[in-house]
């Protein structure tokens, strides 16, 4: 069988970065409420001549120098974003042209904060159809463009980031030993809307917009949904929560986090968490999160990795992995 094998995970993140103290002047609010409630202590906030494209760069050249490739070597870009650097053409665009690269294609996916969960297993259909060999996956936003700064709710909770990987074709024994995707589960429930979306559009308002969000709509039906799809993923790889190494879920609030774990039975030592470092970075969390884990030496090769992700639609999703 083949299988889509990480080759190579690269993280950026903007230089400034803003701590929760910093809003205390702006909004009311405080570091205590912030992390009480949140978990994140601190965000990186993209200056001006940081962008979606930049950062994603960045972090696709970071990812090819770990994998010992090249742009040259690249099939496919699938770039993960809610904040492109312009309405069209797709950001993914920019930066195969930033790489250099002037073969194969490149593409834009938009599932908010689900995104690189539903990039990766776009990028696994490639590989396993034999469109493509080698397909770099790409996580980047700059939220902070979309936020009201006068909203104390939002604000505070979202930065900026970029994360990739590179992924290989590599045949496998069609096991769950196999190195690389083993299984994904993806959902989507347009009804929710509301409850977490962005009031501008090209085709509505004619402009950005701000992000808009029911903050306890959200929490009341993440950990339910994210449950639900991890739990199809598991029964999808034939695994349970005990055959895991590593949880690496979406960074959005560390209560979340911590409840959907426990609801899931999966090891408070086995999950990687990272909000309190950057904050919801959307598409970029995922990947950043498990840059971190990679870096620091906790993921290893053989190691069984689920990633999870929700986010406004809504959409959910989760992917295993065999590093």
């Known amino acids: 069988m083949k299988r889509s094998v990480v080759r190579g995970v690269g993280t950026a993140l903007p230089r400034r970065i803003m701590r929760n103290a910093d809003f205390e002047g702006m909004v009311e609010t405080s570091d205590e409420w912030i992390v009480q409630r949140t978990g994140i202590r601190q965000r990186h906030v993209a200056s001006d001549d940081e962008t979606t494209a930049s950062l994603g760069e960045a972090a696709a050249r970071n990812a090819l120098a770990a994998a010992g490739l090249t742009p040259d070597d690249i099939d496919l870009i699938v770039l993960a974003t809610s904040t492109p650097n312009h309405t069209f053409p797709a950001t993914a665009v920019e930066i195969q042209e ?14 908010v904060c689900s995104g690189f969960v539903y990039a990766i297993t776009t990028a696994d259909l490639y590989i396993r159809g034999g469109l493509a060999k080698r397909v770099l996956v790409i996580g980047s936003e700059t939220f902070s463009r979309i936020l009201d700064w006068s909203d104390r709710t939002t604000c505070v909770l979202f930065g900026d980031g970029a994360g990739a990987v590179v992924l290989e074709a590599q045949e496998g024994e069609g096991t769950v030993a196999d190195r690389g995707v083993l299984a994904s589960s993806l959902r989507s429930d347009g009804t929710h809307k509301e ?47 005990d055959d895991l190494d590593w949880f690496v879920p979406h960074q959005a609030n560390k209560r979340i986090i911590d409840a959907s774990a426990k609801k899931l039975g999966i090891a408070e030592e086995k999950v990687v968490t990272t909000v309190h470092l950057h ?44 590093w």
């Not at 930033?98 to 599932?111: K, P």
């Not at 308002?205 to 701000?210: A, D, N, S």
């Not at 808009?212 to 739990?231: C, L, N, P, S, Y």
């Not at 990795?305 to 929700?310: D, F, I, K, T, Y």
Request: hydrophobic share 45%; net charge positive; charged share 15%.
């Open 98 to 111: 930033r790489l250099g690269m002037r073969h194969g294609f490149a593409f834009d996916q938009q599932a």
């Open 279 to 322: 904050g919801n970075t959307s598409a970029a969390s995922v990947p950043l999160a498990l840059g971190c884990a990679v870096a620091d030496g906790r993921i290893k090769k053989g190691d069984l990795v689920l990633l999870e992700a929700m986010g406004g639609g809504f959409t959910w999703g989760a992917v295993l992995v065999r």
């Open 195 to 241: 409850k977490l979306y962005v009031d501008g559009g090209p085709s509505t308002t004619g402009t950005v917009g701000h992000l808009r969000m029911q903050g306890r709509e959200v929490f009341k039906h993440a950990v339910a949904m994210i449950t639900d799809v991890v739990e199809a993923t598991f029964t999808a790889g034939g695994i349970t929560a």
